[in-house]
C-alpha cells in the first residue's frame, strides 16, 4: 500500500480551493462569507448554550469551512464520471430528489461524506442534478440539446487519468491528490463563452431557465457556494443592511428554539456578460445562498414536517414571494405550533435523531442493566445527555424554490412526470444511500457506546 493522502484531506483542499475561486469569480460571495462569520461570532458569543452543544457534538471547528455547493450536469455520463471524481474525495450520493413536479426539469443527489468524523473534519457538500432532456417538450429543440451535450467534455484528460489512478491504486499520494484537485476545479469553473449560438441559447432559456444553465455552457460552472449560519434570520436582516438583496422569504421550516432541518436562503443571481458564437449577450445563473442546519428528523418527524408545511401552503393559497412573504411567515409559525419544540420532547416522541452521552461520574448499583427503554428516563434525570444530530442534506421543495427565486417568476410551476430514481441511478452507476438509515446508524452506535459506558460505571445488585 502507498503513502495515500486520506480522502478527507483531498475534499478539504476541495472545498477550500473551491471557495477560494467563487470568492474571486463572484466577490459579493466574499461579503456574503463576512457577513455569516459576524453573524456566527456574535450569537456564539451570547449563547453559550449553542456554543457547548456545538463543542461538544464536533461540529464547533468545522463551522467556519462548512459548504455546500451545487451543479447541473446534462448527460449520464457526466454524472457517472463526477460519481468517480467525488468518490476520490470521500464524497457519496445521499438521497434522491426530483425537483420536477416543482417545475424544475432536473433531479438530484447530494455527494457527501457519510461518517459523522469525516463531516466534521470536512462537511463539504455538492447538490449535483442531471437535466431530464425527456421533458423537453419541443422535439426538435430536445434533439439540438442532446447533440450539444454530447459535443462537450467537462473534465480535463487529467482528472479523468487521476480519478482511474486512485481506482486501480487505491489512493493518491500527495503530489497526484494536489494535481487531481487542481484538474477537477476546471471542471466548476465559469466560462464567459458559450458554444452555441444567441438564438439557440434564448430557445433554450424560453423552454426553461435552468435548460439553457445546462447546456449553453462548457461545463458546469459551480451556480452557488453556501455557507453555515446560526441565525439565518440575521443574516436575511443583514443582508439588506449591507446592500445586498435576500430573496423575499427564508424556506424550511419557522424560527423555531430548536432548529430542525434546512432553512435557507439567498442573494438574487448576477446577470454577467456571455460570448455566444456570433453575437454578445447575458446570462443569469449564479446566486450566494446561506444555510442554517437543524436536527435531522426521524420518519415520523419528516412526516410531521411535511403535513405542516403542505397545510401552510395550502392555507396561502399560492407560492410564497415578495407580496405575501409576511403573511407566509405568520401562517409558517401558527403552523408550527404542532411540532414539539424541545429536544426532550423530539427525543421522546421519536421525531429526531440525537447523540446521547453518559453523565454518571459515580458507580451506582442498579436492579440491572439500563437499556434503551430507559433512555428518555435518564435524560430527564441528567445521568445521560442528548445532542441533535445535524440534518446534512436537502429538501426538494426548499432547493425548488431557491433554484425559482433565481431563474424569475416566468418559469414553469410543474412537469406532468413519474419521478424515476432507477433511471437515475443507472445512469450515475451506483444506488443513492438512503440518509435515514445513516441518521438512524449514528444514533444507534451513539446509543450503544452510551448505555456500555453507563453499565460499566455500575453495579446490578439488589
Given at each position: 500500500?502507498?503513502?495515500?493522502?486520506?480522502?478527507?484531506?483531498?475534499?478539504?483542499?476541495?472545498?477550500?480551493?473551491?471557495?477560494?475561486?467563487?470568492?474571486?469569480?463572484?466577490?459579493?460571495?466574499?461579503?456574503?462569507?463576512?457577513?455569516?462569520?459576524?453573524?456566527?461570532?456574535?450569537?456564539?458569543?451570547?449563547?453559550?448554550?449553542?456554543?457547548?452543544?456545538?463543542?461538544?457534538?464536533?461540529?464547533?471547528?468545522?463551522?467556519?469551512?462548512?459548504?455546500?455547493?451545487?451543479?447541473?450536469?446534462?448527460?449520464?455520463e457526466e454524472l457517472y464520471n463526477m460519481r468517480r471524481i467525488f468518490a476520490v474525495m470521500g464524497m457519496y450520493p445521499v438521497g434522491y430528489?426530483?425537483?420536477?413536479?416543482?417545475?424544475?426539469?432536473?433531479?438530484?443527489?447530494?455527494?457527501?461524506?457519510?461518517?459523522?468524523?469525516?463531516?466534521?473534519?470536512?462537511?463539504?457538500?455538492?447538490?449535483?442534478?442531471?437535466?431530464?432532456?425527456?421533458?423537453?417538450?419541443?422535439?426538435?429543440?430536445?434533439?439540438?440539446?442532446?447533440?450539444?451535450?454530447?459535443?462537450?467534455?467537462?473534465?480535463?484528460?487529467?482528472?479523468?487519468?487521476?480519478?482511474?489512478?486512485?481506482?486501480?491504486?487505491?489512493?493518491?499520494?500527495?503530489?497526484?491528490?494536489?494535481?487531481?484537485?487542481?484538474?477537477?476545479?476546471?471542471?466548476?469553473?465559469?466560462?464567459?463563452?458559450?458554444?452555441?449560438?444567441?438564438?439557440?441559447?434564448?430557445?433554450?432559456?424560453?423552454?426553461?431557465?435552468?435548460?439553457?444553465?445546462?447546456?449553453?455552457?462548457?461545463?458546469?460552472?459551480?451556480?452557488?457556494?453556501?455557507?453555515?449560519?446560526?441565525?439565518?434570520?440575521?443574516?436575511?436582516?443583514?443582508?439588506?443592511?449591507?446592500?445586498?438583496?435576500?430573496?423575499?422569504?427564508?424556506?424550511?421550516?419557522?424560527?423555531?428554539?430548536?432548529?430542525?432541518?434546512?432553512?435557507?436562503?439567498?442573494?438574487?443571481?448576477?446577470?454577467?456578460?456571455?460570448?455566444?458564437?456570433?453575437?454578445?449577450?447575458?446570462?443569469?445563473?449564479?446566486?450566494?445562498?446561506?444555510?442554517?442546519?437543524?436536527?435531522?428528523?426521524?420518519?415520523?418527524?419528516?412526516?410531521?414536517?411535511?403535513?405542516?408545511?403542505?397545510?401552510?401552503?395550502?392555507?396561502?393559497?399560492?407560492?410564497?414571494?415578495?407580496?405575501?412573504?409576511?403573511?407566509?411567515?405568520?401562517?409558517?409559525?401558527?403552523?408550527?405550533?404542532?411540532?414539539?419544540?424541545?429536544?426532550?420532547?423530539?427525543?421522546?416522541?421519536?421525531?429526531?435523531?440525537?447523540?446521547?452521552?453518559?453523565?454518571?461520574?459515580?458507580?451506582?448499583?442498579?436492579?440491572?442493566?439500563?437499556?434503551?427503554?430507559?433512555?428518555?428516563?435518564?435524560?430527564?434525570?441528567?445521568?445521560?445527555?442528548?445532542?441533535?444530530?445535524?440534518?446534512?442534506?436537502?429538501?426538494?421543495?426548499?432547493?425548488?424554490?431557491?433554484?425559482?427565486?433565481?431563474?424569475?417568476?416566468?418559469?414553469?410551476?410543474?412537469?406532468?412526470?413519474?419521478?424515476?430514481?432507477?433511471?437515475?441511478?443507472?445512469?450515475?452507476?451506483?444506488?443513492?444511500?438512503?440518509?435515514?438509515?445513516?441518521?438512524?446508524?449514528?444514533?444507534?452506535?451513539?446509543?450503544?457506546?452510551?448505555?456500555?459506558?453507563?453499565?460499566?460505571?455500575?453495579?446490578?445488585?439488589?
Amino acid at each position: 500500500m502507498g503513502n495515500w493522502m486520506r480522502s478527507d484531506e483531498i475534499r478539504a483542499q476541495f472545498s477550500k480551493m473551491m471557495s477560494d475561486m467563487y470568492q474571486k469569480e463572484v466577490p459579493l460571495y466574499g461579503d456574503l462569507i463576512e457577513l455569516v462569520n459576524d453573524v456566527n461570532h456574535t450569537t456564539l458569543s451570547q449563547n453559550t448554550e449553542l456554543k457547548d452543544q456545538l463543542q461538544q457534538t464536533g461540529e464547533l471547528t468545522r463551522l467556519s469551512q462548512e459548504r455546500h455547493g451545487a451543479i447541473r450536469l446534462g448527460t449520464a455520463e457526466e454524472l457517472y464520471n463526477m460519481r468517480r471524481i467525488f468518490a476520490v474525495m470521500g464524497m457519496y450520493p445521499v438521497g434522491y430528489y426530483d425537483l420536477a413536479s416543482a417545475g424544475v426539469p432536473v433531479h438530484s443527489t447530494a455527494f457527501r461524506a457519510i461518517d459523522a468524523d469525516a463531516l466534521n473534519y470536512s462537511p463539504f457538500r455538492v447538490f449535483t442534478s442531471l437535466l431530464r432532456l425527456e421533458l423537453i417538450e419541443n422535439q426538435e429543440l430536445r434533439q439540438l440539446a442532446k447533440d450539444v451535450l454530447a459535443s462537450r467534455q467537462i473534465f480535463t484528460e487529467n482528472a479523468l487519468a487521476l480519478t482511474e489512478k486512485y481506482e486501480q491504486q487505491g489512493g493518491l499520494n500527495t503530489t497526484e491528490a494536489a494535481q487531481f484537485v487542481s484538474e477537477v476545479l476546471e471542471t466548476f469553473r465559469w466560462h464567459t463563452q458559450a458554444p452555441i449560438s444567441k438564438a439557440l441559447y434564448q430557445a433554450l432559456h424560453d423552454e426553461h431557465r435552468l435548460i439553457a444553465d445546462i447546456v449553453a455552457f462548457k461545463g458546469p460552472h459551480i451556480n452557488h457556494l453556501t455557507p453555515r449560519t446560526l441565525d439565518i434570520d440575521l443574516v436575511q436582516s443583514g443582508m439588506s443592511d449591507r446592500g445586498i438583496t435576500p430573496k423575499a422569504i427564508v424556506e424550511g421550516p419557522p424560527r423555531r428554539q430548536c432548529p430542525i432541518l434546512l432553512r435557507q436562503t439567498s442573494f438574487k443571481a448576477l446577470q454577467e456578460q456571455v460570448k455566444f458564437t456570433d453575437q454578445q449577450g447575458s446570462h443569469t445563473a449564479r446566486f450566494g445562498e446561506i444555510e442554517q442546519r437543524g436536527v435531522a428528523l426521524t420518519p415520523k418527524g419528516r412526516q410531521l414536517y411535511d403535513q405542516l408545511l403542505d397545510k401552510a401552503r395550502q392555507h396561502l393559497g399560492s407560492m410564497p414571494n415578495e407580496s405575501n412573504a409576511e403573511e407566509y411567515i405568520n401562517i409558517l409559525e401558527t403552523v408550527f405550533h404542532d411540532f414539539p419544540d424541545t429536544y426532550l420532547e423530539l427525543a421522546a416522541q421519536d421525531l429526531a435523531y440525537f447523540y446521547y452521552f453518559p453523565q454518571m461520574k459515580i458507580k451506582v448499583t442498579q436492579e440491572r442493566p439500563w437499556n434503551e427503554q430507559d433512555l428518555i428516563e435518564l435524560v430527564q434525570t441528567g445521568k445521560v445527555l442528548i445532542e441533535p444530530i445535524v440534518y446534512e442534506d436537502f429538501l426538494p421543495v426548499s432547493a425548488a424554490g431557491i433554484f425559482q427565486s433565481n431563474l424569475g417568476g416566468d418559469g414553469r410551476t410543474t412537469y406532468v412526470s413519474m419521478s424515476n430514481q432507477a433511471r437515475f441511478e443507472e445512469s450515475l452507476g451506483s444506488k443513492v444511500l438512503d440518509e435515514i438509515q445513516l441518521y438512524a446508524q449514528i444514533q444507534q452506535h451513539s446509543i450503544k457506546q452510551c448505555l456500555e459506558q453507563l453499565n460499566t460505571n455500575s453495579t446490578v445488585g439488589v
